[in-house]
Nanobody, 117 residues
Framework: QVQLVESGGGLVQPGGSLRLSCATS????????MGWYRQAPGKQRDLVAQ??????????TYADSVKGRFTISRDNAKDTIYLQMNNLKSEDTAVYYC????????WGQGTQVTVSS
């Protein structure tokens, strides 16, 4: 069974920052390209950032909408994926999920990020 546990969301003002965490199993963490996805109300779930497997060098890519503001990273000691989000905008409001890319059928519960003044 795949373990994907997201945390770290919350309410933040425009221009603020949050760091999301995704705890997963060691096997999932080490051999897969992992991504952060988000889904706003009434919209499809989109990939916003990904990081390749540890064995592939952990290279990163970003959606244009978050490039320069979000940073995805790994903590190899904790089997955890992070998403550092800076200069948040109202359009970043969504439920954020982590999963493999391409995603497993199972998703975690996600973590809500709300950017509002």
């Amino acid at each position: 069974q795949v373990q994907l546990v997201e945390s770290g969301g919350g309410l933040v003002q425009p221009g603020g920052s949050l760091r999301l965490s995704c705890a997963t199993s060691r096997n999932t963490y080490w051999i897969n390209t992992m991504g952060w996805y988000r889904q706003a109300p009434g919209k499809q779930r989109d990939l916003v950032a990904q990081i390749t497997s540890v064995t592939s060098g952990s290279s990163t890519t970003y959606a244009d909408s978050v490039k320069g503001r979000f940073t995805i990273s790994r903590d190899n000691a904790k089997d955890t994926i992070y998403l550092q989000m800076n200069n948040l905008k109202s359009e970043d409001t969504a439920v954020y999920y982590c999963n493999r890319n391409p995603p497993f059928p199972q998703w975690g519960q996600g973590t809500q990020v709300t950017v509002s003044s």
